[in-house]
């Protein structure tokens, strides 16, 4: 069953992507020298990057909530995952090649793929969807300082290692260019669920309500996300290697 589209939504997706852009555009601008900013520290850009991926999420979410609503099939959300998880092992492909010493093993495709599948499983959970998120996005701090003061030293080495620091509940941060854990971004895309549950129930109208030509742009942009996060990057950087080459 084909579900409907709402162009809010869309919009929603499609104004992240805008974002995302523009960040990694002056992230690669960086990479070759063009500008020089700290991205793994400074506060202007890590903020950034965590409300960028915050509502990737939310809008993930969102779009579960209706999708379900609208009694999307099993099989058609199989497929449409599928795609994501190939595009995720892809990116892995890619970061290894260009650094091998940091390449994303579980980034935000990978992350969202794996969130996914729990999103789909607890929508008819409602409201107490709410309280969960906020419970997974506290239980990373949570965990990390029972850690500090109670774990014994295999135990932190155990959660800190790739074999099992996918959950999140690490004490040092692994070295790649992109980690999206389960915890605490669960938490986000469960708040997405929520919301998406909520409208659906008390603000139908919001949901259908059409938006104005000029974002237009944006509904067509989210509605091919995935298509153009995948692209977006290999554009830039083949720009810019254009750009240094002829000047």
């Given amino acids: ?17 805008v974002w995302m852009t ?14 020089q900013q700290n991205f793994y520290s400074d506060a202007r850009w ?6 960028i991926v915050s509502l990737f999420l939310f809008c ?7 999708a379900v609503a609208q009694r999307q099939s099993w099989a058609h959300f199989w497929r449409r995952w599928l795609w994501l998880a190939a595009c995720a092992l892809l990116v892995s492909l890619g970061s290894w090649w260009m650094y091998p010493n940091s ?6 495709l990978h992350g969202m793929a794996l969130m996914l599948v729990v999103a789909r499983l607890t929508v ?3 409201a107490w969807l709410w309280g969960l998120g906020a419970l997974a996005i506290a239980s990373k701090f949570i965990a990390a300082y029972a850690i500090q003061m109670w774990a ?4 932190s080495y155990i959660l800190n290692a790739p074999v099992l620091n996918w959950i999140g509940w690490i004490t040092q941060k692994p070295v790649t260019e992109d980690y999206v854990p389960l915890f605490p971004w669960l938490g986000v895309m469960w708040w997405g669920v929520a919301a998406g549950s909520w409208l659906l ?8 309500h059409a938006v104005t030509p000029a974002f237009k742009p944006l509904v067509v942009m989210g509605r091919w996300s995935l298509i153009y996060y995948m692209l977006h990057q290999p554009v830039m950087i083949g720009l810019l290697l254009l750009v240094r080459r002829l000047y």
């Fill in 201 to 208: 129930q008390r603000r139908p109208d919001q949901l259908r």
């Fill in 46 to 51: 890590t903020w950034q990057r965590t409300l």
């Fill in 22 to 35: 523009l960040f990694h555009f002056c992230f690669d601008l960086n990479q070759f020298g063009y500008i």
């Fill in 152 to 155: 014994t030293g295999y135990f």
């Fill in 124 to 126: 008819s959970w409602g």
């Fill in 60 to 66: 993930a979410g969102l779009g579960q909530a209706l």
């Fill in 1 to 17: 069953m084909k579900t409907q589209r709402f162009d809010v939504v869309d919009a929603l997706r499609g104004a992240a992507m």
């Fill in 103 to 108: 390449f994303i093993y579980f980034g935000v």
